[in-house]
């Protein structure tokens, strides 16, 4: 009888493509792993423990973070004992990506871990792009701290940083169709971290206010946040949007291969950017240990708001654990410790340090200085600045059910789901968990908002358009430029 190996060249076959898994599979190992020790630290030992592990359902939990700035109140709760405090024991694992991030907290593989915005309500909705799954969040990890970054090419094209547009998105709309317009269709690219989320609808929105359609005009690819800069570099895509330090490394004076053109919150002021993921089993079976997950990363977040802090928190996420975001001429140790934190050079938060203190460079090809010092509302992770909420006791981690609806309407609007759901109100009810929320934040004598819901003003949004959560398909056909115009959308 023959068989495969009998025939060189199917046995050369063979060997390709064993070689190309065995490749891909230590990479993937390499990608994702425990890189954070659950052993605790100094700081974390001379901590007081207020529960008692034995009390807890699930005092050993193992936790998925993503190696950019939003891992920095998970660094925090580790390094500072927040963990410890409320009897938890924690293993840190770090993701390759947002979809092993989610996709972790579904299968079991991690009990908990930041889910982008839009994955958590996407996931009980069943949009196109997401897993579907009964995720659920109770609280924000951070509001802000994220940009979309435009290549070389955009700039020599005419493009730039959207603050030197003074709100005029016809002029933007014309430099940004000229350019993609001047482009093969296989170079028309834009890059996000996950599909059926927040920076997708943010690129499509954006390009939508300007008069462009995303569905038509270029397409969206998933990309690890890693990996952008290096994929920026090699022409994979012309943009990309990614939370810090992946935008910050891409421009002049660093990597130089691109440049900000807009963070986020220039597109919508106060939007909420990743929540903290688990799945609704996790909480029904270990009510106990929720809470006090829940506190500790509420007690994590409130220290990297302190202003205080923010230094030694940029300086602890550039160690090896975290994102290992340090420029290769920067004579700093790999780890950051207590022992050396204090003697560190200045150069170490090169990339972390701009979107969490505040000092954040747009970059650009013509050697003028585009700082902006907003260190109040470059990333929120606990306390809200009056520019960005005047709610009684409004605070970033707080979610607003209404931005849930928000993100059902732009998966309404860009196709991933057919139809605005009957049900809208329910879901979000379901995924963001308010009411746990107040519970928990009640117990630690933290006062909330009263209401789920708040109108989002027409100038916290880049083309001046509001969104009332009381009439959601009425705002979906306020815009002409969306996956089934001219079709009218109509409540089911």
């Known amino acids: 009888m023959t068989t495969l190996f009998d025939n060189p060249w199917s046995r050369r076959r063979f060997l390709k493509r064993f070689g190309a898994t065995a490749t891909g599979l230590a990479l993937a190992s390499c990608a994702t792993g425990s890189t954070s020790s659950n052993i605790l630290t100094p700081a974390a030992q001379a901590i007081d423990q207020v529960v008692d592990p034995g009390t807890l359902e699930k005092p050993n939990l193992t936790i998925g973070y993503v190696p950019v700035n939003d891992c920095a109140p998970f660094a925090i709760a580790h390094e500072k004992g927040f963990f410890h405090k409320y009897g938890l024991n924690v293993k840190m694992n770090r993701e390759a990506s947002w979809a092993t991030s989610r996709d972790g907290i579904i299968f079991g593989r991690l009990d908990a871990a930041p889910v982008v915005s839009g994955a958590v309500t996407n996931a009980r909705s069943g949009a196109e792009g997401a897993r579907h799954a009964p995720l659920c969040a109770a609280m924000t990890i951070h509001r802000h701290g994220n940009a979309m970054t435009m290549n070389k090419a955009m700039w020599e094209s005419g493009l730039r940083p959207w603050q030197e547009y003074n709100g005029d998105l016809e002029t933007f709309g014309q430099d940004f169709r000229r350019h993609f317009g001047s482009l093969p269709p296989e170079r028309r690219v834009w890059a996000v971290v996950l599909s059926s989320a927040i920076y997708e609808y943010f690129i499509r929105y954006l390009s939508a206010a300007a008069g462009i359609n995303p569905l038509d005009e270029f397409r969206i690819i998933i990309t690890p946040p890693p990996q952008m800069v290096s994929n920026i570099r090699i022409g994979a895509m012309e943009g990309y949007m990614v939370a810090e330090p992946w935008n910050t490394r891409a421009i002049s004076g660093n990597e130089g291969v691109g440049f900000t053109f807009a963070q986020g919150r220039e597109i919508w002021q106060g939007h909420p950017d990743r929540v903290l993921g688990v799945m609704e089993s996790f909480i029904e079976e270990n009510p106990k240990t929720y809470r006090s997950l829940v506190k500790a990363m509420i007690e994590a977040c409130q220290y990297c708001s302190n202003p205080d802090n923010r230094q030694e928190v940029a300086q602890i996420i550039t160690g090896i654990s975290y994102t290992a975001a340090k420029p290769k001429t920067c004579q700093a140790p790999p780890a950051i410790t ?155």
């Open 338 to 492: 207590e022992d050396n934190i204090g003697s560190l050079p200045d150069c170490v938060t090169k990339f972390t340090g701009a979107a969490i203190l505040g000092n954040y460079n747009y970059g650009g090809f013509d050697e003028k200085e585009r700082l902006v010092e907003a260190p109040d509302e470059t990333t929120i992770f606990f306390d809200m600045p009056s520019t960005v909420s005047t709610v009684p006791n409004d605070h970033s981690t707080f979610l607003w059910q209404s931005q849930s609806i928000w993100l059902m309407t732009q998966a309404t609007r860009w196709g991933q789901i057919s139809e605005f759901p009957r049900n809208a109100e329910e879901l979000a009810r379901q995924a963001w968990r308010t009411d746990l929320y107040r519970e928990i934040a009640a117990e630690m004598g933290i006062e909330c908002p009263a209401d789920d819901y708040k109108v989002e003003p027409p100038e916290a949004f880049i083309d001046n358009i509001g969104f009332d959560p009381s009439d959601p398909v009425g705002y979906l056909n306020r815009f002409d430029i969306r996956a089934d115009r001219p079709t009218r959308i109509f409540m089911s």
